[in-house]
């Protein structure tokens, strides 16, 4: 049981070029978040998908979009990075309000 | 709008000293409340949550936290700190589904 798995776990990447983060949890969670955590700024929502096939925007969307490809793996993507991208990206997922949210290891993305 | 509230961007306590982060939140139904603990480098592991009943909530590591709706607070505390201790700390609060977080208190803990 790997609980939230996320790939890559670093990555470095020239501005405008994209890339996708992976994100999947073996959990049967219904609920999936991208989180970008910047220093001083604690974790901001990006996107998240309450359920299988539905997706919202959170507090801080662009730039980026998002897939809830099934049940278990939700993918965020970079299509033209920019160095204000720069970031640790996390992922979570839940079974629902009053549930606990368990975290992958991150994403530490570095645009140059 | 729901959010959640650290006044303190950086504390610092010496080793054996108590220990209380402050947490405040603004929701309008019973909030479902959380407190993690972030390493250098290391990823989100969770102390303690708070859903319902007793307001005194116990986690891991010997850190307990209580929920006093009539502060609108959630506070961390830990009777004495140990050197490992040191660490980001987050509050977060979960609003329609989406948890939220506060924007984390850096513990130094200092011999």
């Known amino acids: 049981n790997a609980g939230v798995t996320q790939t890559p776990k670093f990555q470095v990447l020239k501005t405008g070029q994209s890339m996708t983060l992976q994100c999947a949890q073996d959990m049967n969670h219904n609920s999936m978040y991208w989180y970008r955590q910047d220093p001083g700024m604690g974790l901001r929502l990006i996107y998240y998908s309450a359920s299988e096939g539905t997706t919202d925007k959170g507090e801080v969307p662009n730039g980026y979009n998002v897939s809830r490809l099934n049940k278990r793996e939700f993918s965020l993507r970079l299509e033209s990075a920019a160095p204000s991208q720069t970031s640790v990206y996390f992922c979570?997922?839940?079974?629902?309000?009053?549930?606990?949210?368990?975290f992958g290891s991150g994403t530490r993305l570095t645009v140059v | 709008a729901q959010s959640v509230t650290q006044p303190d961007i950086h504390i610092t306590v010496s080793e054996g000293a108590s220990l209380e982060l402050r947490c405040n939140y603004s929701y309008g139904a019973t909030p479902y409340l959380f407190w993690y603990v972030q390493s250098p480098g290391q990823g989100l592991q969770l102390l303690l949550k708070?859903?319902?009943?007793?307001?005194l909530v116990q986690g891991i590591k010997g850190f307990e936290a209580e929920f006093k709706r009539s502060q609108s607070s959630f506070n961390l505390r830990k009777p004495s700190v140990h050197w490992s201790d040191a660490a980001e700390y987050f509050c977060?609060?979960?609003?329609?589904?989406?948890?939220?977080f506060g924007t984390g208190t850096l513990l130094a803990v200092q011999p």
């Open positions: 708070y859903f319902s009943g007793d307001t």
């Open positions: 977060a609060g979960v609003a329609t589904n989406k948890l939220i």
């Open positions: 979570a997922s839940t079974e629902g309000t009053g549930s606990r949210y368990p």
